[in-house]
């Protein structure tokens, strides 16, 4: 047999292999070494992106065409990385100090990891719903990894209820586009609806049952009702990993549905991404002026931001691709320092994560405060920040695929949306500390990556070009 | 051909009905009884397919397994004493406009439905035709070699929900008095016995 064969997908089996290694070893190590497995994990991820990357040679199919490793697949694969391996590192102190750390957890992030791999690099439905399937698996078993705690409870079983419903839905989706064309392969649908110059209504259902699917999986309004209680109830360091990695694995499937098998279909297609984004960045900026919990607050801010990103998706070709991994990129980056921030604030608070408990956060913490402040400035995208960049590579691709009246919708919404930013930066900054403010002990891993995560928003304004030959390059499909 | 057909409808109409029951029932029980019944008749069909082994699969896992497992936990719940609640009516009018619409939907996709010319050929195998071999070998060919990948993915979710499963509900307690094998056999005589001379009338402290 020719190993060779295998060799697109080495990320994927030598990250199998670092789970099974550690599913052995941790059932028989202490519970005391649990930390230890933190780390196996991270460096499993990193070393599976060295992996990837050093062993990519362009395009490359595996496992009977099932399987695509091609730039798109590959720079997703780096941001998914990015975001479990922040996650896992987030986790850390936050297991440590309330002594709960498992082995289990970082081993079902790595499995999860392994499901989000495939779905960008699936080029047939089946394997997008098995890898679909074992990312998502393993995020309800997260959600509700405090089982002893009501509220992660629930989102647990919310999350697992509502997931069930959307997998049913892509699905049958999926058995529309299977019987019209007779094959679930990404390819053969292509080809088979492009020799076709009419667009039977089978298939347009199923693409909107399909779309629909995905839609839940990223949180996309009107399929956004799972993401408030599911971002509270998870513990923050899991809500930190959702916000992350799922949303980016999610997007990249959007991409490549919309450059393959969706491509002869587009018109259709770019109708229903367009009404999703409109309706996501309403939700997104109205819903969330009403909230007073942090990790609600930041649920709907990342519903706003899908609906950016699906705006630039709607614009479709290079260009719609390229902004939205522009946009993922920079969101992963925001996510991470904002998740630290919260970690470090909520420590002593969990499970009521209250906008007052930032109140003069200026003055407890004064670095994770200007760090914070400035991560709120760039996710409502005001100019100097890198946040304003992002919006604005999606809003040109927009605009080159005459969809201004969008564009100017999407303002709107980002004006409307920076009240709320602005009105946490007013709490930390002016408001008097509520009563028996605790002094702030956070780890020095969340302060390291709160700044990094705010230089980087800096360092990517001043020098904004490898961020944008990424996206470039990621966006290049053939 | 037309007792097929008959036996397809009867199959069908079954499996449909009983499928509403399943949601429907307000006894869990019985729930569970009609679904072994939709199994039963799903695998009727499959029968009538020629799909053989999935038939047989569907009754020995399914119904067999996964059914009867059901059964013993929805058994064991104390179901009087949850209490309960009519949701039926609160969610009516938004399930009725919901379902309708996706039923106006289907009926339009239905009513116009076609395949693409060709698309019989793009299926990578063509449905068994129950002559040349048994679908067992058939599905064995391919899905240890075409489908290698989703097969592959298929063990991993797997171990996702056993992993899952135990992390949800294993609970280490302490104060339980635990076997502890090598302390057992390892167990020296004369650690655990000992010869106390009692003086008459005063006891003995251990």
Redesign the interface.
């Known amino acids: 047999m020719n190993l060779a064969l295998f060799l697109p997908?080495i990320a994927e089996i030598f990250l199998?292999f670092a789970?099974l290694v550690v599913?052995i070893l941790g059932a028989f190590s202490k519970p005391s070494t649990a930390t230890g497995w933190f780390y196996v994990a991270m460096l499993a991820i990193v070393f599976s992106l060295i992996l990837a990357v050093r062993k990519y040679t362009g395009i490359t199919m595996?496992?009977?065409r099932?399987?695509i490793q091609d730039n798109l697949a590959l720079a997703f694969k780096c941001m998914i990385g990015a975001g479990a391996f922040l996650a896992l590192a987030l986790s850390i102190p936050y297991f440590t100090r309330r002594n709960a750390a498992?082995f289990?957890y970082p081993?079902?992030i790595l499995?999860a990891t392994?499901?989000m791999f495939?779905m960008v690099s699936a080029q047939d439905f089946?394997?997008l719903?098995?890898?679909l399937?074992?990312q998502s698996?393993?995020l309800?078993?997260l959600a509700?990894?405090h089982?002893d705690d009501r509220l992660s409870a629930e989102a647990?079983l919310k999350y697992f209820f509502l997931g069930a419903l959307s997998s049913g839905i892509l699905l049958y989706g999926i058995s529309?586009l299977y019987?019209?064309?007779?094959?679930t392969s990404y390819i053969?649908i292509a080809n088979?609806?492009a020799?076709?110059e009419v667009v039977?209504?089978?298939v347009i259902?199923g693409l909107v049952l399909v779309l629909c699917g995905i839609g839940f999986k990223v949180a996309a309004a009107p399929f956004h009702m799972w993401a408030p209680d599911v971002y509270q109830g998870a513990p923050t360091p899991v809500t930190a990993l959702f916000a992350m990695a799922p949303k980016a694995a999610a997007i990249g499937v959007i991409c490549r549905l919309i450059s393959s098998p969706f491509a002869p279909v587009f018109e259709q297609t770019q109708q229903i991404l367009v009404a999703l984004s409109i309706i996501s960045m309403a939700v997104g900026a109205f819903a969330a002026i009403a909230q007073r919990n942090v990790k609600r607050l930041m649920a709907y801010s990342s519903i706003g931001h899908i609906g950016f990103i699906l705006l630039s998706l709607a614009a479709g070709g290079q260009a719609g691709i390229n902004g939205a991994i522009f946009y993922s990129v920079i969101y992963i980056i925001m996510s991470a320092g904002s998740f630290a921030t919260i970690l470090a604030v909520y420590d002593a608070h969990e499970g009521d994560e209250q906008t007052a408990y930032f109140s003069g956060l200026a003055k407890r913490h004064p670095v994770f405060a200007a760090s914070f402040a400035a991560l709120l400035l760039s996710m409502a995208g005001i100019p100097p920040f890198v946040g304003f960049f992002a919006k604005v590579a999606v809003f040109t691709a927009a605009v080159q695929a005459n969809l201004t009246w969008l564009v100017v919708l999407g303002v709107l919404f980002s004006v409307v949306s920076a009240f709320y930013y602005l009105r946490l930066i007013k709490i930390m900054y002016f408001d008097a500390p509520f009563e028996d403010a605790a002094v702030l002990t956070p780890s020095r891993l969340w302060v390291f990556i709160a700044v990094l995560s705010a230089l980087l928003n800096l360092a990517l304004l001043i020098y904004p070009a490898p961020l944008s030959q990424f996206a470039s390059w990621a966006s290049q499909l053939q | 051909m037309i007792i097929a057909d008959i036996l397809f409808y009867v199959f069908a109409t079954i499996l449909l009905l009983s499928a509403m029951v399943v949601i429907g029932a307000r006894n869990a029980v019985h729930s569970v009884l009609f679904l072994i019944l939709a199994f039963f008749n799903a695998a009727g069909i499959f029968v009538l397919l020629g799909a053989e082994y999935v038939a047989m699969l569907l009754v020995i896992v399914y119904v067999g397994a996964v059914a009867v497992l059901f059964l013993f936990v929805v058994m064991m719940l104390d179901i009087a004493a949850v209490k309960r609640v009519d949701l039926r009516r609160k969610h009516l009018m938004a399930g009725t406009v919901v379902g309708a619409a996706l039923l106006a939907?289907?009926v339009?996709?239905f009513k116009?439905?076609?395949?693409?010319?060709?698309?019989?050929?793009?299926?990578?195998f063509q449905a068994m035709d129950g002559q040349s071999i048994g679908s067992a070998q058939a599905l064995g060919n391919i899905l240890y070699?075409?489908?290698?990948?989703?097969f592959?993915?298929?063990g991993?979710?797997l171990?996702?929900?056993m992993?899952?499963a135990?992390?949800?509900?294993l609970r280490l307690r302490s104060g339980i008095r635990r076997q502890n094998n090598n302390a057992q056999v390892t167990r020296r005589p004369s650690e655990s016995m000992g010869i106390i001379h009692v003086e008459s009338g005063k006891g003995v402290e251990l």
């Open positions: 997908a199998a789970a599913v595996a496992f009977d099932m399987f498992k289990e081993l079902i499995l392994i499901g495939g089946l394997g719903y098995v890898s399937e074992l698996l393993s309800y078993v509700s990894f089982r647990g529309l019987g019209y064309t007779g094959s053969t088979t609806l020799a076709h039977n209504p089978g259902i | 939907e289907l339009l996709v116009s439905w076609t395949s693409a010319e060709g698309a019989r050929d793009n299926a990578l070699t075409n489908y290698l990948y989703p592959q993915v298929s991993l979710i171990l996702v929900a992993i899952g135990i992390t949800l509900t």
